[in-house]
């Protein structure tokens, strides 16, 4: 898959830029969620039926944190993973959009004339909710109006599982809620993050559970704190483990900021320095201050045998 990154206004003669007809699905898509498959899977069916080549649109930084509401610097699929997601998908190609002052004060119009049109698209597919333009005043009908037939608009159905929509933010609400199931229900997949594997206090290791201490490489989505069952992939295998998000309370030192340390099974090996990605397959328990190490280590051993039946 080939990435264009671009931002506005477009030099449509640097070499990267894809000009011609293409069938572009355009969106944020933070999570590429099913709803978003739904949207991807109708480019790509349209592409394929016209013989043409599939383009994913979507901007950078999320728009929504451009716009000053902060909770939308942390993302469900960073752009890295984004990317890996659309290549598996089989999409041909993705433009990353610059989302800036000056494109967030293009009007509808404008997008429309000076970025669609001159790139050829000869199809585009959206979701039923997607806006555009200067204050987000485009949406799927005006998108058809302003086309004026020199492409073709498929707006995509909201997509539903048990009677509600599936949405990036119901997935946001669902991981702080420690809600796995219906996170990796709404996902089609387990939600993952990813990072290097650090120098830690070691204190794993003296409680018999030495664990891997994970730095994130991205602004995650983070989930509630607590233990979860994961699996982790780490020098091309993948091991079942244990996972624990948070403070660590029974050697609280007054740290908010939440640490990542997992316990794979069955691993011996010295990996710091290596990336190691994480699959969250389910929420154990909360995380909680024990009274002594004793029983800290009573309610790990319970912990790592629910993981090790996941």
Do not use: W
């Amino acid at each position: 898959m080939q990435i264009i990154p671009i931002s506005y206004p477009i030099d449509f003669d640097t070499p990267h830029v894809f000009v011609g007809e293409q069938v572009v699905a355009i969106g944020d898509f933070d999570g590429v969620h099913l709803g978003h498959r739904e949207v991807i899977g109708r480019a790509l069916l349209t592409a394929k039926k016209l013989d043409l080549p599939t383009a994913i649109m979507t901007f950078h930084p999320h728009p929504r944190a451009v716009m000053g509401q902060d909770k939308y610097i942390d993302l469900l699929t960073p752009m890295k993973e984004k990317m890996e997601i659309f290549a598996s998908l089989g999409v041909n190609h993705t433009y990353i959009v610059t989302f800036d002052a000056s494109l967030m004060r293009l009007t509808p119009e404008l997008f429309v004339d000076q970025v669609l049109d001159r790139l050829g698209v000869n199809s585009v597919i959206c979701g039923f909710d997607f806006t555009f333009g200067y204050q987000g005043k485009g949406n799927p009908d005006s998108l058809c109006e302003l086309s004026h037939g020199k492409f073709s608009v498929e707006v995509v159905r909201p997509f539903q599982m048990d009677g509600e929509k599936v949405s990036s933010t119901l997935i946001r609400e669902s991981l702080q809620q420690g809600d796995i199931d219906t996170v990796t229900r709404l996902l089609g997949r387990p939600y993952s993050i990813s990072g290097i594997v650090i120098d830690g206090e070691k204190r794993g290791r003296l409680l018999g559970f030495p664990t891997a201490n994970l730095q994130l490489d991205e602004a995650y989505v983070i989930p509630t704190n607590g233990v979860y069952a994961i699996k982790a992939s780490v020098n091309g295998e993948t091991y079942k483990g244990v996972m624990n998000i948070g403070v660590k309370p029974t050697f609280a030192t007054g740290e908010l900021k939440p640490s990542f340390e997992a316990h794979l099974f069955d691993f011996s090996e010295q990996i710091y320095g290596e990336h190691m990605k994480v699959e969250l397959i389910a929420f154990l328990r909360p995380e909680r201050k024990f009274s002594s190490i004793d029983e800290l280590v009573a309610q790990i051993k319970v912990d790592a045998e629910a993981a090790r039946n996941k």
